[in-house]
C-alpha cells in the first residue's frame, strides 16, 4: 500500500510539474507575443509620429547658383532644390549636392577644371507655416561625405524644434521613415487644390511659385516608410520610397530619432535607397558652432 501511494504522489507531481512547465511556457510565448505587437504597433506609428511632432522643422531648400568664367556671361545657371531639417539652433543639415550643388556634378566640374567658377546666386529655406522664405547660408561642409549645414539668417524671432540624432547604431530590419519633399515643387504643387495647381502649373518660376505656396500654407512634408536593408560604412540603404527634391531629409528610426541623411536612390530598384549615416552631422554641428561663435 505504501508503494502505491508513494507511486500516485510521484505521478501527481509529475502532472503538477508538467502543469506549471507548461503554463510558464505559455506566459512566455504570451510575454514574446505582446513585444511584437508592441513592436508592430511602434512600426505603424512612425511615419505619423514624424510628421506631427517633426514636420514643422523640416523645410524645402530652393536656390540657383551658376558657373562663370572670368569676364565672361554665366556658362551655366541652374535651378536647384532639395530637403533640410532643424538640428541646432538656426542650423540646417542637409545634403551638400544640396548646400554645393556643384558637389560631383559632373558637368559643373568639367567647366569647373576649365577655369570656371561657381557661386550660389541665392539659397532660401521654407519652413511649414512660415509664410515667407528664410535665406540661408552655408557654414559647415563635410569633407568624406555627401553632408552640410546651413545656418539660416534674418529669422531670430522663430524656433523650430531640432530633430533628435539617435545615438544607437542601425540594424538591418529595422523599421524607418523618411521626411522630405519628393518632386520638390511639383510635387507639393500636385497635393494643392485644383484651382491652385491648375494657375501654378504653368509658370516657369520657381521661386515666385514656392512664395504662394507658401503664402497659402502648402509648403508641407511627405513620410514615407519602409525598411533597413543594410549598413555598409556610413551608408545606409533601405526601401521607404524616394525622388528627387528629398534629398537632405531624415531618416526616423522607430523611436523617432534621426539615424541619417536621405541622400538618393538607384534607378530601377525599389530598394535601393540611399542615406548617409547621422553620426557625420555631429562632428560638423561642433565646427559650425565654432564659425558661429567666431562671427559674433
Not at 1 to 23: D, E
Not at 141 to 154: E, F, G, I, P, W
Not at 206 to 228: V, W, Y
Request: with cysteine; glycine share 8%.
Amino acid at each position: 500500500m505504501g508503494l502505491i501511494l508513494l507511486a500516485s504522489s510521484f505521478l501527481l507531481w509529475l502532472l503538477w510539474f508538467g502543469a506549471f512547465a507548461q503554463a510558464k511556457d505559455l506566459r512566455h510565448e504570451i510575454r514574446a507575443l505582446q513585444v511584437e505587437v508592441s513592436s508592430l504597433k511602434q512600426e505603424q506609428k512612425i511615419p505619423s509620429l514624424a510628421l506631427n511632432r517633426y514636420r514643422n522643422s523640416v523645410c524645402y531648400i530652393v536656390g540657383t547658383y551658376r558657373i562663370t568664367f572670368p569676364h565672361q556671361p554665366p556658362a551655366r545657371r541652374t535651378r536647384i532644390s532639395g530637403t533640410g531639417f532643424v538640428v541646432d539652433q538656426h542650423l540646417i543639415a542637409t545634403n551638400r549636392h544640396v548646400a554645393q550643388p556643384w558637389y560631383k556634378d559632373a558637368d559643373s566640374e568639367a567647366l569647373i577644371r576649365t577655369g570656371a567658377v561657381p557661386s550660389l546666386e541665392n539659397l532660401v529655406a521654407y519652413f511649414p507655416g512660415v509664410a515667407s522664405p528664410i535665406p540661408v547660408k552655408t557654414v559647415a561642409l563635410s569633407q568624406t561625405d555627401d553632408l552640410a549645414l546651413v545656418r539660416m539668417h534674418d529669422a531670430p524671432e522663430l524656433h523650430f524644434e531640432a530633430l533628435p540624432l539617435s545615438s544607437a547604431k542601425p540594424v538591418a530590419g529595422d523599421p524607418v521613415a523618411v521626411l522630405g519633399y519628393p518632386m520638390g515643387l511639383l510635387g507639393m504643387m500636385a497635393k494643392s487644390p485644383n484651382e491652385i495647381y491648375v494657375r501654378l502649373a504653368s509658370r516657369h518660376d520657381l521661386q515666385n511659385s514656392a512664395k504662394e505656396l507658401a503664402a497659402l500654407s502648402l509648403i508641407r512634408p511627405s513620410a514615407t516608410f519602409g525598411h533597413l536593408g543594410d549598413m555598409i560604412g556610413e551608408k545606409l540603404i533601405y526601401d521607404a520610397p524616394t525622388a528627387k527634391g528629398a534629398s537632405g531629409g531624415p531618416v526616423f528610426d522607430s523611436q523617432g530619432k534621426v539615424i541619417g541623411v536621405n541622400q538618393g536612390y538607384i534607378d530601377g530598384f525599389a530598394g535601393g535607397t540611399l542615406g548617409i549615416s547621422s553620426e557625420g552631422l555631429k562632428p560638423l554641428i561642433a565646427e559650425a558652432r565654432k564659425v558661429i561663435e567666431r562671427s559674433e
